[in-house]
């Protein structure tokens, strides 16, 4: 954990595009982030395995394992995500099935807060509702509100530079960060 | 499709464990079918890659278009699947996303139904709500009932040969393809 | 059932505000319905008490018998309610919990379609994956697509004459409706 | 409040009918407290009409005001229901409804238990992802583990008493208890 008196949130993206307007969104979040917070991007989920129990008796995967250490070193866990096929993408759920046999668990009793954004105007919404049921079963601390779901995306990322510039949204995502902080500081004390 | 006479069933299994229960439930599918229906495993999920819109635009894996086509040209689907963290496995999602692309899209219209089993008491229900949500995008036609939630699956295979052993769940399963076929065959007129 | 050439579908309205938005998309239904499809109300669910198994064993209320009497004769159940909660009102799901209890059940291999309206942007979407989960034990036909959200309802509803008038609503619930009388007819056949 | 040394919890119960055996469990409860504990039941949820904004507009009925005072002096909310068509009973969603316009919101940042008993073996399991959902909205915090689920529930409860004698699920509901209370005193601190 970080010291009393700066908070280290991680980000973890569900997207692997490159062009992906879900990571333009994770990454306005560092500049967003309040006084005494301070936002870092884990690694990609791309570079962990499908999951396979024969697999795991072999050994985790070090993308796992850093992964889940950075996770259980944070004070909070961003997840900013698509939604496929009205829930999270398998990529990222994969990524989650192999962290929940990590020990210790890392998102044991960890903050979270979901951010999801799409081109449709629901924004991703039946996709946090899925994922928020995993996240009972990992006992994490998952933020209730803002809930951040950005609809029609594209208008709001600049095509060229790829930066999430529109501004009501900024302000938003600024809103959740904030509240973010004062919940989990409110869980650490 | 198949002729008239006779059904068509593909099983989606959604765990990559050589020991799997799941897999042993699969395969005990084809000799519980009724007369005039065939099930048949589809390749695993392991050869499909992390969904990646960018590999996407360079052409679809042929483990991914070579499941497309026998999904279409089947009767129906049976998915078999653990629940891991209260959902479908990353592994499945993450095929179901590739499929989803796929045009035609395979599941458009097409007869599912859902099988899940797990240690524990509940059978993996949990998995099978989401799943469903995630078929209503695909225009799937889900089987309502019987529903196959299999709890305590570990009493009910045997050790050794991970056969399906246990007399009332073939009963069931068999019960649930009868139905199945029955649902498929109405919806084919 | 209606002959071979009419269909008939009778609409279920969640809200019981005078006022209310969705009762607006209600009434707007029989007037879209393509040439062959009657669209009727049900009775109001306001008449229907709390649900309570020691009612029940004294007798089913009158207006519950009348409800599914009518459900069970149609071909077809429109479902047009506002979200509370995330969820479906409490009236709209006590009515399914009497229902439910009937025999025959209404709602057995019936066709549903499912329309929400509210004030935000989701336009209800919450609701009616709660309500599909519900429909799956009742074994009902829910129409997949397309979905009826209705996002901004407020701006699409005339603030005297309490009319739907928003065009582009008014056509996408047509296209339901012809959508769904295709599905049902798929299903009598 | 209650003082720093004890808490107050009031159950809220989902079943109206008089030899529930949810009730059954929501009467076992205070003895089950440890101490410093004390568990008081609510009023009915049969007393709360249906949730109609015109009658809001006139006013909220007593026993709506009655209980959203009570949950927001306590320190936490058991809820304690049945599964009805995969979802809470309509009669709770109802109470709950209506319990969310009252202002201040009496679940705003309360904690909140849930517990369901069923018949079959899955033990209510359906309806409590539903309530979690609700209680996003509500924004409540909701205990994570130990989820009570009591499947089988008339084979535990005597029928002549109508008092819950499982020993074992005595214990898993002490249980429960004993970890909302640290749940709660975490976050009043």
Redesign the interface.
Known sequence: MSSADTLTFVTLLGS???ASYNAAVARALPKLAPAGVRIEALGS??AIP?????VQATGFPEAVTEMARKIGAADGVIIVTPE??????????????WL?RCSPQPFAAKPVAIQTASMG??GG??AQ??L???L?????RVL??P?V?I?QVAGKVDAQSLELTDQATRDFLAGQIASFADFAR??K?
């Open positions: 692997l595009r490159k989920i791309a499908h999951y396979d129990a024969d496929y096929n009205y829930s999270i993408p398998g990529v990222l759920k994969n990524a989650i099935d929940s105007v629901l919404a039946r509702y899925q928020r049921q995993s009972v079963f990992l006992d994490a209730n509100k809930e779901m609809g409110q869980l004390r």
